[in-house]
């Protein structure tokens, strides 16, 4: 890590003599936002891309995201103007590296001519030499004390113990907005609909009877609760008349298949499936509520208002937990009786069961 963030600094110097300093914000037409993460962290980040929109409500925006955030940004033109599908870079885990993709990437951005290159990615350590090298008139975003910055006024450091969405709003007073908007949201369509009906063979069954969705799967298993835990949980809620649909990816096949061999009961899965995200969204609005892992279907049932509780083993519920307390509650390593007692509370009560 070191060694690459040396390497940057040295394209840096070479690169220094195309910026501009000192641009007004009213000369702001052209900006790119950096965020290659996936689907949680870019649900998360809504909130502050939308005041990244008021701040500059003319200019071109554009994201450099994970090339399968693609399909994502589609559901937020009002917010995005152009999707930049950003290569895996050396040091980022959420992609394989792919050098000569990246540095395609990178003078393709440059060739854009941006005005403003914010960082969004995190605290910056690797993140804010590599967006110095989009050769923006200036940069914002976040860096820890003692690592580079590429301009001393435009950045802060980076918030520690805060929410996640909260710590991307951190960086708004940097460009003059105090947003306090914190709200999630992704927009469903009919199509997202019609295609949950044609994908799925048992869709019509759960039109007679109230379903909940279970997720039991992570982007690590060390975020996830035991498949012998969502087993007993999904025949508790079979017995108390409640469909289980057990969600996931393809990749998640196999665990999701564990899980129900475990079972007494009946359920339904849509792994096999693989859902693309707008069905799975209407899945997950029309069903009685979520209980999953803390992993990025968590973030897509706060955008839909969806109820849900929220499982977490390790990670820290201060920066990843839902905010509305009414619609979302969330444990820590739970037992399966915890579980069924706050589903019991919060989910099946509202059901009348």
């Known amino acids: 890590m070191e060694a690459l963030t040396f390497f940057l600094h040295g394209i840096l110097i070479a690169n220094a003599f195309l910026k501009t300093k000192g641009n007004s914000m009213s000369s702001i037409e052209r900006v790119i936002i950096f965020r290659a993460l996936k689907l949680g962290d870019m649900l998360c980040s809504i909130p502050a891309i939308r005041g990244v929109r008021n701040a500059f409500p003319s200019a071109h925006i554009a994201l450099a995201g994970h090339p399968q955030m693609g399909l994502l940004f589609s559901r937020y033109k009002h917010y995005i103007d152009e999707f930049i599908p950003f290569a895996g870079f050396p040091g980022m885990p959420e992609s394989p590296p792919n050098p000569l993709g990246v540095w395609e990437t990178i003078r393709d951005i440059q060739n854009k001519r941006f005005d403003m290159a914010i960082q969004l990615h995190g605290s910056g350590e690797l993140s804010n030499p590599l967006i110095s090298l989009f050769n923006a008139k200036s940069s914002i ?31 708004l007073d940097v460009i003059g907005v105090d947003s306090k908007d914190r709200t999630l949201e992704f927009s469903l369509i009919d199509e997202d609909f019609s295609l949950l009906q044609s994908d799925l063979s048992f869709s019509k069954n759960l039109k007679t009877k109230p379903y909940i969705c279970l997720h039991p799967g992570a982007s690590s298993a060390s975020k996830c609760w035991s498949p012998q835990n969502f087993a007993l949980l999904a025949d508790w809620l079979s017995e108390k008349g409640v469909d289980v649909v057990f969600t996931g990816s393809s990749l998640e096949s196999p665990l999701i298949d564990n899980i129900r061999s475990l079972m007494k009961c009946q359920s339904y899965e849509v792994a096999s499936n693989n859902l693309s995200l707008g069905p799975l969204g209407a899945l997950i609005k029309k069903s009685s509520g979520l209980i999953c892992n803390d992993t990025g279907v968590s ?41 069924r007692k706050i589903a019991q509370e919060f989910l099946l009560k509202e059901m009348a069961l």
């Open 299 to 339: 973030h897509l049932a706060a955008a839909l208002k969806v109820s849900s509780i929220v499982l977490f083993i390790q990670t820290d519920p201060d920066r990843w937990a839902p905010l509305n307390k009414k619609l979302h509650q969330w444990l820590m390593n739970p037992s399966v009786e915890e579980v």
């Open 141 to 171: 975003g976040h860096y820890r004390q003692g690592h580079y910055r590429p301009e001393q006024g435009f950045f802060k450091l980076y918030p520690e113990n805060t929410h996640e969405i909260d710590r991307c709003l951190s960086l």
